[in-house]
């Protein structure tokens, strides 16, 4: 029980984590975004690419309990930790963290149950309205909201088709976001 605690067991979930994490900041800097999908490469844009892909790991592990309900709830903790160091990195202080760390939650939380319900909803415009109006709130027309909405949806059925025992082990796999 000691080295169960202590030992190899949490070294290889550590592990795990940082793989899948790793994997998901991956999927969201993929150059395609930014070159050819306008996505903006700033901070906030960045942020918006990683909360889209946070949102749809969790969103495959929703309603998965033991295991892959726990992996889910660190990654998230990952998450938003890696959203404080990034705040951090930016000179914010500590006395502006967490205030800014509270807009930032709220922002995710907002935009995952908009992408959620559409996707439920399996409703493009919806999806393509709520990407537009998070990621380029500032552009009045995006044209490119329609690839990344049929990039989501996509996405989200493959990460639906990989087995829980797959991803909870340390690999998910998002597909490549194809150039326009």
């Known amino acids: 029980m000691f080295q169960r605690l202590f030992g190899r067991e949490r ?16 999927a969201a800097r993929q150059t395609v975004f930014y070159s050819d ?7 906030l ?6 909360s889209l892909h946070m949102f749809l790991f969790q969103h495959r592990l929703r309603g998965e309990g033991g295991v892959a309900g726990e992996v889910a709830q660190v990654l998230i903790d990952e998450f938003f930790m ?7 990195e ?10 800014r760390m509270k807009k930032l939650a709220k922002m995710f939380y907002g935009r995952t149950a908009a992408y959620d319900d559409a996707l439920e909803r399996n409703d493009h415009d919806a999806l393509v309205a ?16 329609t690839h990344l909405a049929g990039y989501v949806a996509d ?26």
């Open 82 to 88: 890696d959203v404080e160091h990034s705040l951090r």
């Open 37 to 43: 999908w306008d996505v903006p490469d700033t901070p």
């Open 11 to 26: 070294h290889a979930n550590r592990a795990i984590t940082e793989a899948l994490y790793a994997q998901i900041v991956a």
């Open 155 to 180: 996405v989200s059925r493959r990460l639906a088709e990989q087995p829980t025992e797959s991803i909870v082990s340390g690999t998910v796999a998002f597909p490549a976001a194809k150039p326009i």
């Open 45 to 50: 844009g960045r942020f918006e690419m990683l």
């Open 130 to 145: 709520a990407l537009a109006r998070n990621v380029r709130p500032d552009a009045g027309t995006w044209p490119q909201a």
């Open 90 to 99: 930016l000179g914010i202080g500590d006395v502006g963290v967490p205030k």
